[in-house]
């Protein structure tokens, strides 16, 4: 039975991942497609835990590199649904770099992405509807509504 309505909380995810040399650039701080590849997965984990569907990446937007991570450091994801349209989900992704010696955490990137449930021939599929608990899960809804309002806009005079 498909599940008509979920909770932020239900499909809230949380990645760890170690920074190896393979990972790093000259500077032997973490590669930017890297983590942008990381940051896809923690969203698609998101997206595919809210709608239980195969899952599609619309887009990447707003990514953020706040502050370079160094090799050896813990990279931490956290992504989290911030609004469920009618076949797409709007993802948002903050991350954290982790000292392993002490422990001092930093906050370092952020992203916005969308995915959208398709069936195995690509179609968009329907998605559960979001249940908002908090006033804090209705902003960050009612904000995901204004961007895909713009992104129509804009993709409209593209
Ligand atoms: C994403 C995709 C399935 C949309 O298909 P489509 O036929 O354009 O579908 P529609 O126009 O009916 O839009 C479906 C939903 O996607 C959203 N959408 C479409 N393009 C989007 C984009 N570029 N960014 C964000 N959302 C988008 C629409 O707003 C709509 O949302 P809603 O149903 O919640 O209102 C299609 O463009 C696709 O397959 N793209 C390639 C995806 C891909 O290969 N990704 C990389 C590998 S995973």
Sequence with gaps: MNVLEKKVADSTSEMTQLVLPNDTNMLQHLLGGTLMHWIDLIGAIVANRHCRQPIVTASMERINFLRPI???HLVI??????????TSMEVGVEVFSEN???GERSHTSQAILTYVAVDFDGRPMPVPKLILSSDEEKTRF???VKRKAARLNQNQAL
């Design 142 to 144: 009612d904000n995901a």
């Design 70 to 72: 160094p090799l050896g």
């Design 100 to 102: 392993p010696l002490s």
């Design 77 to 86: 994801l956290k992504g989290r649904i911030q609004y469920a349209g009618k």
